[in-house]
């Protein structure tokens, strides 16, 4: 038992010390990387690539574009949504003898909806009752303010009620 934890041991330093050697070997052939490299005088150095850039607009001139393409843009809008109206000799050649005028059509006499007191007391309650949830007031006030809702809301179903 012991000779084997001697032997692992041993085996363990062994592949240590050829990792060390195999490091050290690679070492001295690649060099320092923290160290600038030493060229021989017959090898070739090539000189770095410049990187070329594309002179751009200025940015007037892209500014100008932008301008000009939404000034079109609401023109071309314009002409769409508002059509030309039909100009008087249009409406000469129509009818010669006879010139119409539009006139707007009689407004339909509509029956007035009045609203019970009941109601518009409702309306106010709940107008009360949105603003102090919006102010997030949380305490007695709110409690009483719904009741006060509740209770003129249903007057109001009551008075429309058939």
């Known amino acids: ?11 363990q330093q062994y592949e240590l010390e050829e990792i060390r050697r195999s490091f050290t070997e690679i070492g001295i052939r690649v060099g320092s990387l923290f160290e600038p490299a030493e060229h021989d005088s017959d090898e070739l150095v090539l000189p770095v690539p410049v990187p070329v850039t594309r002179a751009r607009p200025p940015s007037l001139v892209l500014a100008l574009v932008v301008v ?3 000034l079109i843009g609401g023109g071309i809008g314009y002409l769409l949504h508002h059509p030309t109206p039909p100009t008087a000799g249009a409406v000469r050649r129509e ?6 005028q539009a006139t ?3 407004p339909a006499s509509q029956p007035r909806v009045v609203a019970s007191p009941s109601c518009l007391q409702t309306a106010q309650r709940a107008d009360a ?3 102090l949830f919006v ?3 949380r305490d007695r006030r709110l409690s009483l303010a719904l009741k006060a809702y509740t209770l003129a809301s249903q007057a109001c ?5 058939p």
Do not use: G, H, W, Y
């Open 68 to 70: 000009c393409c939404l």
């Open 135 to 137: 102010r997030n007031v």
């Open 104 to 106: 707007p059509p009689a």
């Open 1 to 11: 038992m012991a000779t084997d934890a001697s032997d692992r041991e041993e085996q």
């Open 95 to 100: 009818s010669p003898s006879v010139v119409t």
């Open 157 to 161: 179903r009551k008075e429309t009620s």
């Open 129 to 131: 009752l949105i603003d």
